[in-house]
């Protein structure tokens, strides 16, 4: 079913004349609502989850990956649907999975988080409002940062120049920490850490290489570079 995209009916029919096996595409498709925890452990097994994610390892923590992706129906000139997923990267099992229309953002908002999970995201969910929503529940997050939807201040309250801060790591695999307040619509200021790490030379050549893929090359800015 997966090497040949083919329905179940058709899979199961050319199944039963390869003498695999003979099961009606309903089966199949109940056999492959059960698979998950299998099919999860196996790549768990494969990538060691277990170790690598540990809570031992990650102070306690509970670690999450969240996600989106979009899916579109057959015809469609746009965007059908949106899958938001988070994963609990020890097991790789899913902790919840999301469907929605085109017009819901990826946001934390979208998930109920804990005490004690670490969650991490991309840029996408790198906002104030998303942090401020995990830590009003006492969970931590890890977010790549974005420099256009999460400004940052200082402890007195003055806007941070992000650019120039990172710019001052020179050398390959310089490391710099700062500590930095994140300011949402509603509620009290966060507290955070701004963490960077100046890549080595064929890592940034990767980095302009997908900017070029990802923007045409006419809009694709020194400040982005």
Not at 59 to 69: F, K, L, N, R
Not at 74 to 86: E, I, K, M, S
């Amino acid at each position: 079913y997966v090497t040949t995209g083919a329905s179940l009916r058709t899979t199961t029919g050319l199944a039963s004349a390869l003498g695999l096996a003979t099961i009606s595409g309903v089966a199949l498709h109940r056999w492959m609502r059960k698979s998950g925890p299998w099919l999860a452990s196996l790549v768990a097994g494969m990538v060691d989850a277990a170790s690598t994610f540990s809570s031992k390892r990650w102070a306690g923590y509970s670690v999450i990956a969240v996600d989106a992706t979009t899916v579109q129906m057959p015809g469609a000139t746009g965007t059908t649907a949106r899958v938001h997923f988070a994963l609990r990267l020890v097991n790789l099992l899913a902790v919840a999975i999301k469907v929605t229309d085109e017009t819901v953002g990826e946001t934390l908002r979208n998930f109920v988080m804990k005490a004690g999970e670490l969650w991490v995201a991309d840029r996408g969910y790198c906002n104030a409002n998303s942090i401020a929503h995990a830590t009003a529940r006492k969970a931590a997050v890890l977010i790549r940062y974005a420099f256009g939807p999460l400004p940052l201040f200082d402890a007195a309250g003055g806007a941070i120049d992000v650019r120039d801060r990172v710019g001052r790591l020179r050398n390959a695999g310089a490391r710099a920490e700062w500590v930095v307040w994140a300011h949402p619509r509603e509620g009290e200021r966060i507290r955070g850490r701004l963490i960077a790490i100046r890549l080595p030379p064929d890592k940034a050549e990767k980095a302009r290489e997908r900017l070029y893929r990802e923007h045409k090359k006419s809009k694709v800015t020194a400040q982005m570079l």
